[in-house]
């Protein structure tokens, strides 16, 4: 068992409706030692792969994946919620719907950040239905840049979104993925790996 | 002149409407290692503060105080956009008005995160207007916890938020404050600190 997994069973509260809350360690406060080891977990399963940029999503992939750019040695760029007057100019979009919030978002990365020499590390929070990432993957494709890797804090193994992204070749890369879970009892049984 | 005010002068873009683009190291693309370096900065600005958390705001926010949490040793909070069905139970909330999307959102924190032990160090990309701050200081006092002082990567100088801060008696650190620009030019003059 490694430490996220460690760390879910100790404060993560399950909740009716799928609900795995970690807003105490990951993505309301962040417990930014874990995220170190997190990140230095990911290092080790993308050893060898040659990244130039890690891409994620806001908001709560940010954090993780800015402490997980310090072991990879590359900047990070969020995908943005679009909204902003600040971003003109030509920008890669995709519409990506929220498990959690239940709306669509279009999100956008300005051209000038991502192109066809980029090798991209996914960063994100949580996987349910895959939709944020199918978004990213989407992106980075527009871009013509290259997926290198994925790596997720949490996935939900019982949810379509990892079998999705595997089934599509990428080398996904979750450090907790929830089998089952019970908000009557509170269990929680991860996936061996 | 201090790292963030030469890559300020280097790859900021003055636009029209008082608008200073930092989009390529600052709130799109990230420079972990520009932030790296800012963080140690603001660890000797607030040598001796008693910091028990970092308290941001989404989205642009996130990344900086991540990196900076680390040279404090302590947990970072942020402030969330008041939608998700999975924050339950009590909250602390502001309105903010924001001076880059003209809309004001009504941003939340568990109150689970913040109480009267803590001492609070507030940390964000941008100061114009003061709303976000202030937004952020009138959840911190709702806590009842102190704000312990205020880091700020860029401050637009000739705007009010930095003198309304700073008259309320906060330690407000702003590593870049920008006093003129010019968007025909494209000149950008910092106050001397």
């Known amino acids: 068992m490694n430490c996220l997994e460690e760390r ?12 795995l809350k970690v807003d105490s360690f990951l993505n309301h406060q962040m417990d930014i030692d874990l995220f170190n080891k997190m990140s230095k977990e ?26 997980a750019a310090q072991y990879f040695g590359v900047p990070v760029v969020f995908a943005k919620k679009a909204k902003s007057i600040n971003l003109e100019g030509e920008m890669y979009t995709a519409e990506v719907e929220s498990f959690t919030h239940k709306n669509k978002n279009q999100v956008i990365v300005s051209k000038k950040f991502l ?6 590390l996914l960063i994100d929070d949580f996987l349910a239905n895959g939709c944020a990432l199918l978004g990213l993957i989407q992106i980075v494709q527009a871009a013509g ?16 979104g990892g079998r999705i992204i ?7 890369e979750s450090l907790a993925i929830v089998e089952e879970m019970d908000w009557q009892t ?7 790996q």
Do not use: M, P
């Not at 595997?166 to 996904?172: D, F, I, S």
């Open 166 to 172: 595997r089934n599509l070749g990428y080398q996904l």
């Open 186 to 192: 509170g269990e929680i049984i991860f996936r061996e």
């Open 42 to 67: 990911w290092k080790k399963r993308f050893e060898g792969k040659n990244i130039t940029k890690i891409l994620t999503i806001e908001a709560s992939g940010i954090g993780i994946a800015c402490v």
């Open 8 to 19: 879910i069973l100790k404060d993560g509260i399950v909740k009716e409706g799928n609900v």
């Open 115 to 120: 192109n066809e020499n980029d090798h991209v």
């Open 145 to 160: 840049a290259t997926v290198e890797g994925i790596g997720i804090a949490v996935e939900k193994g019982f949810q379509s």
